[in-house]
């Protein structure tokens, strides 16, 4: 397998445009989870989804902050519109159990100007 | 605050020595986590180990569980340039399907 995938790696973003950041989990795994990282806030979990259905978003920060998981194989988090604070490195992981071991992805680093 | 908590927050020592790093937690867990992170990559799981456990052994790593103090160890032992990165522990939290994870430790190696 290949790992979690998440695309693009990179994205500089001027404040007040959208992003949409993307997420392919492996194969089999039942939960996805979005994390931010930065260096003030260290690993903050954003939402998670079970079977694609979303189960907690209480770390989403605002409205502006939208996850989506369509089918078992892709997910989405969109930005609109995004700020300077947004600039973090987001993570996508997945796990088989929700308190099992999580697979993350490469992580997407995101700068807002 | 942050269910799991790491001690010390940057650890410098020479390759070769051990490294030994502490999480607190603050509710009881199912189970605790390691994670290692390399710089600008992923997170990576090292080990898991079980609240009903008290040791368990992974290659050079050694991580220990202490319920009643609500805390764990993870010693690295013979350590490598390699080995530099930071480590993160884990615990679930209420019954919640999620892990939460706290501020890490960074490990720098000395060659």
């Known amino acids: 397998d290949a790992g979690v995938i998440q695309s693009p790696r990179h994205e500089v973003t001027e404040m007040g445009q959208e992003v949409t950041l993307r997420c392919k989990p492996i194969s089999g795994h039942d939960y996805l989870f979005w994390y931010r990282q930065t260096m003030m806030r260290g690993l903050e979990l954003l939402i998670y989804f079970n079977n694609n259905v979303p189960i907690d978003d209480s770390g989403m920060p605002e409205d502006r902050f939208s996850a989506k998981m369509p089918n078992a194989s892709f997910s989405t988090l969109k930005i609109q519109p995004s700020e300077p604070r947004d600039s973090a490195v987001y993570f996508c992981?997945?796990?088989?159990?929700?308190?099992?071991?999580?697979?993350f992805g490469p992580g997407t680093r995101l700068l807002v100007l | 605050s942050q269910q799991g908590e790491e001690d010390p927050q940057a650890l410098s020592i020479q390759e070769g020595e051990n490294a030994t790093m502490n999480c607190s937690y603050k509710t009881s867990i199912n189970n605790l986590q390691w994670y290692r992170q390399n710089s600008g990559r992923g997170l990576v799981h090292l080990i898991l180990i079980r609240s009903n456990e008290r040791e368990k052994h992974s290659g050079r790593l050694r991580v220990t569980l202490d319920t009643s103090k609500k805390s764990s160890s993870l010693l690295i032992t013979a350590s490598r340039a390699a080995d530099t990165a930071s480590y993160f522990c884990a615990t679930d939290v209420g019954g919640a399907q999620k892990l939460v994870f706290g501020q890490g430790t960074r490990l720098t190696i000395n060659p």
């Open positions: 992981a997945s796990s088989l159990v929700g308190v099992g071991t999580q697979y």
